[in-house]
């Protein structure tokens, strides 16, 4: 059995990632997902990089090396124009510097947009996934949605952003959508998919 770490704390992304990925490689050999929950000795990085390449990087790197299992990564940014891209590479971090709160993500980027009508609040999702080996080779793949922020949260599915992000070609946020619904069209099911045949074609 082929064992891959999927290194996030996050129950909710390694359960949707684990959703998108294949369970058995092209040649037959069944797959194992961990997450870090399989690992609590283990530390997270600070996440110091200026990209969000950067941060996919150093994330999985250093699940890699610590576990010596085949580890994936991503980092996500939120750009919204009107912000000037922000938050961008602290998206996961806008409201805390040293640590993730979606809650009061959410509220922080309601409050830079309160005064922003409906159409020039137009952003997106970047997501880079990154897959590192033990032996140090790193594969990136990229995926993206167009949409805009909504004035309210809607729907109760996801996490993070996913309330407010509301998908420019179906007219509703992500929270609106099953988990087959957004993994067929998300930012992180697009980079995944990619990262997927990757998978598929390992040893």
Not at 70 to 76: E, F, G, H, P, V
Not at 130 to 147: H, Q, S, W
């Amino acid at each position: 059995m082929l064992k891959i770490l999927i290194a996030t704390g996050n129950p909710h992304k390694a359960a949707e990632l684990a959703g998108i990925l294949p369970s058995h490689t092209a040649a037959g050999q069944k797959i194992q997902y961990l997450s870090l929950a399989d690992f609590p000795s283990f530390t997270p990085p600070e996440e110091t990089g200026a990209t969000l390449e950067e941060n996919a990087i150093i994330k999985a790197q250093s699940a890699a090396v610590a576990t010596g299992l085949i580890s994936l990564a991503d980092d996500t940014g939120l750009m919204v124009d009107v912000l000037g891209g922000a938050p961008g590479v602290i998206s996961a971090r806008y409201a805390c510097a040293d640590k993730t709160d979606h809650t009061a993500n959410n509220i922080k980027l309601l409050q830079e947009l309160k005064n922003t009508p409906p159409a020039k609040r137009a952003a997106r999702f970047i997501t880079i996934a990154a897959m590192a080996k033990p032996c140090g080779e790193i594969i990136l793949k990229k995926g993206g949605v167009e949409g805009s922020i909504a004035l309210d949260y809607h729907g109760a599915n996801g996490f993070g952003y996913d309330p407010l992000f509301i998908v420019a070609a179906l007219g509703k946020t992500m929270a609106q959508l099953s988990m087959e619904e957004k993994n067929k069209i998300s930012h992180r099911g697009a980079a995944f998919a990619q990262m997927a045949e990757v998978i598929k074609n390992l040893y």
